[in-house]
């Protein structure tokens, strides 16, 4: 027995959320995605799960779907927002010199 379960974040800026979607996508986590711009809401395929990231009245996106998968998957993609962000917003004086993961730890060796 499932139940449908809703979380809310504070993910707000809708091109992070597809930059850490295709980087997913990229790396296996999630089959495919596809947008729905005017409902502003996102419908994932994790492997047969069916998740929907939506934008709501608050303007950050909530993620729901099966409450066994939507927790584990909306903390892979706060990291992955978070990444993709940070990525994006580095000052011009430094460049990523490594990345890697460790045990579901992303890590980044910046250099200037």
Do not use: C, H, W
């Amino acid at each position: 027995m499932s139940f449908y379960t809703t979380i809310k974040t504070e993910i707000s800026n809708k091109k992070y959320v597809i930059a850490a979607l295709e980087e997913m996508k990229r790396r296996g986590e999630i089959t495919n995605f596809q947008l729905n711009e005017r409902k502003e809401k996102i419908e994932i395929d994790r492997s047969g799960d069916i998740i929907n990231i939506a934008r709501e009245k608050t303007s950050n996106f909530g993620v729901a779907g099966d409450a066994r998968v939507v927790k584990s998957f909306s903390d892979r993609l706060k990291q992955f927002y978070a990444y993709e962000s940070i990525k994006d917003n580095l000052p011009l004086d430094f460049e990523i010199a490594k990345e890697s993961e460790v045990g579901g730890d992303i890590m980044i060796l910046l250099k200037s």
